[in-house]
T-cell receptor
């Protein structure tokens, strides 16, 4: 039972354009959401997060949008850079759950020069 | 902040052997997590420590798996009588209370 779903295994964009990565969740108890980036042979690195009381959080080139009614969130990267090429994981927490992350399967983003 | 350190980076073992992995969290972090990641999947939660107390274990953690965090510092994950299905990347993460988790680079286990 996949509670966090990233339905696009891969995404390819041109440098300078916008990258949009999508994530859906099924568990209504999730109330905090995070995006992690992972390069090959490294562990996941925290990128940005959003609480369920907000619908948008922005940090530089990265913006996360949350649509609670649709149980959907997205990560926007603009402008995309070749160094952004990595696997992006969406993760969710029910804050009463020992801060235990439930991850999606990830989306491989490739930014072409 | 030297980051979360995991040792070894790679481990190849024969089926039936025991293996032990070590994780050194960021020094001031009180929470420590173990996750497992297989090919094409996201990390899956295995177990969680708050200081030295193991507060939660996933049902993925069979009787062959045991984790410890003596004195609330480093942690070890031991797998007894390894099986081919145990082949995966084992990730350790730490955090200070409810801050986002910091992950180590993982230990890749291959069971032949």
């Amino acid at each position: 039972d996949q509670q966090v779903k990233q339905n696009s295994p891969s995404l390819s964009v041109q440098e300078g354009r916008i990258s949009i990565l999508n994530c859906d969740y099924t568990n209504s108890m999730f109330d905090y959401f995070l995006w992690y980036k992972k390069y090959p042979a490294e562990g996941p690195t925290f990128l940005i997060s959003i609480s369920s009381i907000k619908d948008k959080n922005e940090d530089g080139r990265f913006t996360v949008f949350l649509n609670k009614s649709a149980k959907h969130l997205s990560l926007h990267i603009v402008p995309s850079q070749p160094g952004d090429s990595a696997v992006y994981f969406c993760a969710a927490i029910s804050t009463g759950s020992n801060y235990k992350l439930t991850f999606g399967k990830g989306t491989l983003l490739t930014v072409n020069p | 902040d030297t980051g979360v350190s995991q040792d070894p980076r790679h481990k190849i073992t024969k089926r039936g052997q025991n293996v032990t992995f070590r994780c050194d969290p960021i020094s001031e972090h009180n929470r420590l997590y173990w996750y497992r990641q297989t090919l094409g999947q996201g990390p899956e939660f295995l177990t969680y420590f708050q200081n030295e107390a193991q507060l939660e274990k996933s049902r993925l953690l069979s009787d062959r798996f045991s984790a410890e965090r003596p004195k609330g510092s480093f942690s070890t994950l031991e797998i007894q009588r390894t099986e081919q299905g145990d082949s995966a990347m084992y990730l350790c993460a730490s955090s200070l209370n409810n801050s986002p988790l910091h992950f180590g680079n993982g230990t890749r286990l291959t069971v032949t």
